[in-house]
């Protein structure tokens, strides 16, 4: 499958990397959108978070579970916000599941 995600967690494509565990590597946004912009994801392909089941749900507590985690190694004391795009209309451009943690500064109260 060509994904690129897939391609980044193995190393196949260079990422800067902050996290990494069994389920989740996490990376900078190659176009961060605030000071602090890291992308989280699950090693495994899941499309996105409409393709979420009971089947894969454990993994994707595991990443959820790093989000905190890399928060506080980001020194996002203040709090941050953790967005997960989906499909054409939620303009999801990597068809790979991802959070956004988007932080270092006051965000806009505008959601969208
Ligand atoms: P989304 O639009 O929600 O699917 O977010 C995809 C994000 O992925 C977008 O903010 C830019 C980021 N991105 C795309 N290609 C690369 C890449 O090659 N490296 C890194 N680090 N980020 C990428």
């Known amino acids: 499958m060509d994904c690129l995600f897939c391609a980044i967690i193995k190393g196949d494509i260079p990422s800067t990397k902050v996290y990494e565990d069994e389920y989740a590597y ?3 946004d190659i176009n961060p959108a605030a000071p602090t912009h890291v992308l989280v994801v699950p ?3 899941i499309a996105s978070i409409d393709a979420v089941s009971e ?3 454990d993994t994707v507590a595991h ?6 985690k890399i928060a506080a190694a980001e020194g996002l004391v203040n709090g941050y916000r953790v967005v997960s795009n989906v499909g054409e ?3 999801q451009s990597v068809k790979h599941l991802h959070f956004h943690i988007l932080g270092g500064t006051k965000l806009s109260e505008k959601m969208a």
Not at 63 to 68: E, G, R, S
């Open 26 to 28: 996490a990376f900078r």
């Open 89 to 91: 209309d939620g303009c």
């Open 43 to 45: 090693k495994t392909h």
């Open 63 to 68: 990443v959820l579970a790093a989000i905190p």
């Open 55 to 57: 089947e894969n749900a």
